[in-house]
C-alpha cells in the first residue's frame, strides 16, 4: 500500500479511538489538571514521548509541569497530579511513581488500554483507549493495522492535545499568548 | 466543546494533512531509510518527540538508529541518514546538524511545514506537510483550530509511522517480530 | 597501572586544575547565581552532564533552575542567568544560546578551557579551567594523562559542586534542607 | 571559605575515596566491560549523569554502550553487562532493571556506597565507594563537608574515567583514535 492508503485506514482507526473515549473521564482528567498546582507527567518507552509532549504545551499554557526523571523535576506533593501514560498500565517503574504519588496525597490521572490494572486502581480518574495491547494484538477484539501500540500511542497524544484545548477554552488562552513561553533556546 | 467534537475535527484536520503527502516522496523516504547503514533522528521540541518515537520504532526493527543528542550517539558518516523534523526548517541547531551531515556526505530527509527552508535546499528529500506554521497561523490560508504547531506533530508522527508499516512490507516483518527487540529495562 | 596508581594522578591533575580557578572570579560566579531569578544550564556531550548534575543541585536548594533542550524549560528572560559549560567555548548550538541569551538581556557565565572563545566574549564571567583542549592535547603546554576533555569535566564539575557550598553558606542552608526537595519518584 | 579552600578539602576527600577502592574489584569490573559484546549503563539523579558520562567514553572507544532509558536502546542478552550506579543499591527501579539483567543472563556491576544492598547481592562485581550515604551523612564514621551524595557522585565518576584509561591500555588505544568517533552533530 501506499502511504495515502495506510493514512486512510490509520484515521479511520484514530476516529474509532478518539470517538470512544468517555466524555465524563474527559473532562473529570481536564478538572483534575486545572485544579493542580504542579502536573508531574511520566510514561516510558513511545508512551514517554506523548506525555512529554503534553507537559511541554502545559508549560506554554503557564502551568508548573515536570517529566519526571528529568534533571530538575522535584518531589511530588499533596497540590500535585502525576499523569500517568501506559498501555498496560504495569510497566514497574510507572507502578513505583505512582504508589509514591498515592503515598504523598497527589492526584493521579491514567491513559491506559487496560482499566483494570494496578496503576488504573490507584488513579483518581482513568482515560480508557480502546486499542490493541501490543503484546496481545492477535488475542483481542480489538483490530489494528499498525504494530506493536502505535494506535494507542497515536491515540493517547492526540487526547492529552485535545484536553489542552479543553484547558484553553477554561482559561481563555488563545494560540498567541501561549507562543510566548515557547522556548528561545533550542 | 467536549472531547468527541474536538476529537471529530482534529481528525477531520489529520485526514487533509494526511492526503496531502505526496506519494512520490514518501516512498523516497522509506527507500532512504531502507538505503541508509546507520539513521539519525533530530528534531526540537514537540518535534523531537515525535522523530523520537521513529528512531525507537527503527530500533524494534533491528535499524541502527540514534538520536542526534543522546548519549551514545556517534559521529555521521557517508553511509548515515538524517531524519530532521522542523515544522520551519530553519530551526538553528537543526541547519548545523544538516549542514554537518551534508559535509560528511550523508543523505538528509526533511519533514517540514517549508518545503523553500534552508534545510529543505540540503535535503534528498522532503516531506511538505500542508498545516499552519505555529507563528503565522492567521496568516495563511490552512486553518487549524489546533494550537502552535499542534497539527503538524500530530502529522509528522503518523506519517512516520506510516512509513513504519511501509518499511515493515518492504522487510517482510511484522509486529511480533518487532516485539522481540522492544526495551526489557524501562 | 592499577586504579590507585592512575588515582594518584589524577587527584594531582585536578589539585592543579582547581586550586589555579581564579577567586574573584569564583565569586563573581557565585553572586550571579545568588542574583538570579531563574537559572538555565546548558552543554553539550560530557560538559552536558556535569552541568545538570548543577541543575540538579540548584533545584535540591530551592533555586528556579532549568536545563536547555529539556521539556519543561520556559523562554530565558531578562532576570535569568545562562551558566554554559563548553572547554572551547565554541560549540556551535551553545553559542547561539548564549546569543539568544544576551539579546533577551540575561546574564551569562561560562565554564571554559578557552578564555578567548566566543562565548567568553559575550559572558558576564569567566571560570577558566587549566586543562588541555581535547583537540590539541598534545599541543598546549598543560599535560594529562586523560583522554580527551575529561580533566576538565571532572574539573568543571567539582567546581560547581563547590560553588554549590558556597551558595549554601551564603544561603545558611545544610545538606537535610536540601534532602526535603529531593525527586521522589526515580 | 573560598573556591580554593573549599578545593582543597574536596581533593583530600577524593584522594581518600580514590585509594581505597579495591584493586581486585577494580580489575574485574574492566575485565568485564572487555568480555561484554554490549554493555548497559543505568543510574537515578546525579549518578545517572556520571554513568551517561561513562558510556559517551565507551562510544568513543568503539564499545556498543546504551543508555538504559534512552531511545534506542534495545533488550539486554545473555552477552551484555549492565553497570549500575547507586549510592544505596537500593533504588527501586535500578532494582527492577538488575532483577530483568540477571534474568536475562546478563552480568552486572555496581558501583555504590552499599556493598551489603539488594542490588549488590545480584552482581558479579561490587565497586565499594568509602563516601557517606546522603540520608544518613550524620550517623557514618565517614565525614564530608559536601552535602547529600556529592562525594560519591565524584569518586564514581571519576573512578569510571580511570576505569576507562584501564581499558584502553588493555586496547592499545589512545586519545586521537577516540576522538575520531566523537559526536559530531552537537
Redesign the interface.
Same mark, same amino acid.
Given at each position: 500500500?501506499?502511504?495515502?492508503e495506510?493514512?486512510?485506514i490509520?484515521?479511520e482507526e484514530?476516529?474509532h479511538t478518539?470517538?470512544s473515549?468517555d466524555?465524563e473521564a474527559?473532562?473529570r482528567f481536564v478538572q483534575l489538571v486545572m485544579d493542580a498546582e504542579e502536573v508531574?507527567c511520566?510514561g516510558?518507552?513511545?508512551s514517554g514521548?506523548?506525555v512529554?509532549?503534553f507537559?511541554?504545551?502545559?508549560?506554554?499554557m503557564g502551568v508548573n509541569?515536570?517529566?519526571?526523571?528529568?534533571?530538575?523535576?522535584?518531589?511530588?506533593k499533596d497540590n500535585g497530579l502525576?499523569v500517568v501514560c501506559s498501555g498496560s498500565g504495569e510497566?514497574?517503574?510507572l507502578v513505583?511513581?505512582a504508589a509514591?504519588?498515592k503515598e504523598?496525597g497527589a492526584k493521579i490521572a491514567l491513559i491506559t488500554i487496560n482499566p483494570a490494572s494496578t496503576i488504573a486502581n490507584m488513579a483518581d480518574v482513568v482515560i480508557e483507549i480502546s486499542a490493541p495491547s501490543?503484546?496481545s494484538?492477535k488475542e483481542g477484539d480489538i483490530k489494528s493495522?499498525?504494530? @506493536?501500540g502505535?494506535l494507542f500511542?497515536?491515540s493517547e497524544?492526540? *487526547?492529552m492535545?485535545? &484536553?489542552? %484545548?479543553?484547558l @484553553?477554552?477554561k482559561k481563555g488562552l488563545?494560540?498567541d499568548t501561549? *507562543?510566548?513561553?515557547? &522556548?528561545? %533556546?533550542?
Open positions: 500500500m501506499n502511504n495515502k495506510y493514512a486512510k490509520v484515521v484514530l476516529t478518539l470517538s473515549i466524555t474527559a473532562e508531574y511520566a516510558a518507552g513511545r514521548f506523548q512529554k509532549g507537559a511541554m504545551r502545559l508549560m506554554h509541569s515536570y517529566v519526571v526523571g528529568e534533571t530538575c523535576t522535584p518531589n511530588i502525576l510497566t514497574k517503574s513505583n511513581h509514591k504519588a504523598m501490543p503484546k494484538a493495522i499498525q504494530p @506493536m502505535s500511542e497515536q497524544g492526540i *487526547f492535545d485535545i &484536553a489542552i %484545548m479543553m @484553553m477554552e488563545d494560540s501561549m *507562543f510566548g513561553r515557547h &522556548a528561545n %533556546m533550542e
